[in-house]
Each structure stands twice: as C-alpha cells, then as structure tokens.
C-alpha cells in the first residue's frame, strides 16, 4: 500500500459513508414514491395516502413536480457525488434541499396538502425536508475540512 491510498482513507471520515448512504436509500425510497404517483398507481398511492392521496396526485400540478424532481434528482445524485469526494457535492446538496423546501411551502400553502395527504405523510414529508437540509450542512461542512476535491485540486489532479 503507497503513502497516498493510506492519506486518502485517513481523509475520508467513517461518517461520511453513513451519512451518504443513509441519505442515498432515504431518496431511493423517494424516487419510487416518484415514479409510482408519476404513473399514476392508484393501488400504491391509495395504500400509502388513503383516498385523499388518489384525488391529491391526479392531475398534479407542473409546478410542484419540477420541484419534486429536481429535489429527487438532487438527493439521488448527492450522496453519490459525496462518496466521490467531488467539489459539486455541495452544491448537488443544496439544490436538493432548495428543491424540497419550495414542494413543501407550495404544496402546503397552495394545495392544502395536510388536509388531503393526513398528518402522517406531511410530517414524515416535513421530516425528509429537514434531513435535507442537514444533508445539505454536513456536505458544507466536509467541503469546508477539505474532504472533498476543490476546483483548483480537480484541475491540477
């Protein structure tokens, strides 16, 4: 083993690996959700929502799915590029967790979404939104200690 593989896993905190693969099986489960409502399968949505669920997801508005999907994306491919230690994971991060919070102002300002989707996934909704933006600090935070590679480095290396 050379100087610089035993300095790479030194650098790579015991955390970071927890931490992406909590958050990457957390938007796993989330990109199903995703692709299950996008189809429109009234079995699985009436079954994790109720029937409000089914009247809430038909005919979902465009916006509210741009958002949706850009905090999909953003939370599949964040950890991800965390685990590569690459300079965008912050920002990947970020986008996500901007992503999440607009769904969930509009979709609770404008779509009455408490009363129609029930206190159970509102709040489990409320809570992934939260996890997000902890994501979003924590890839800051590594970025910050020099744990992933910066512009400068990704140019020269």
Not at 11 to 20: E, G, S
Request: positive net charge.
């Amino acid at each position: 083993m050379n100087a610089g593989s035993t300095t790479r896993r030194r650098q790579r905190p015991w955390h970071l690996w927890i931490v992406a693969l909590a958050v990457l099986a957390l938007y796993i489960g989330g990109a199903r959700d995703y692709l299950l409502i996008l189809v429109q399968d009234t079995g699985y949505i009436r079954d994790q929502f109720g029937p409000g669920g089914v009247v809430y997801f038909t005919d979902y508005p465009p916006v509210p799915r741009i958002f949706w999907t850009i905090n999909i994306v953003g939370g599949l491919i964040a950890p991800v590029l965390l685990l590569l230690r690459h300079r965008w994971t912050t920002l990947a991060a970020i986008v996500a967790a901007a992503g999440q919070i607009a769904l969930l102002t509009i979709t609770f300002a404008f779509f009455d979404r408490w009363a129609k989707l029930g206190a159970s996934a509102s709040l489990f909704d409320i809570g992934v939104g939260i996890a997000t933006v902890l994501f979003a600090c924590y890839c800051w935070w590594v970025s910050r200690r020099g744990l992933t590679a910066t512009a400068e480095a990704t140019r020269t290396g």
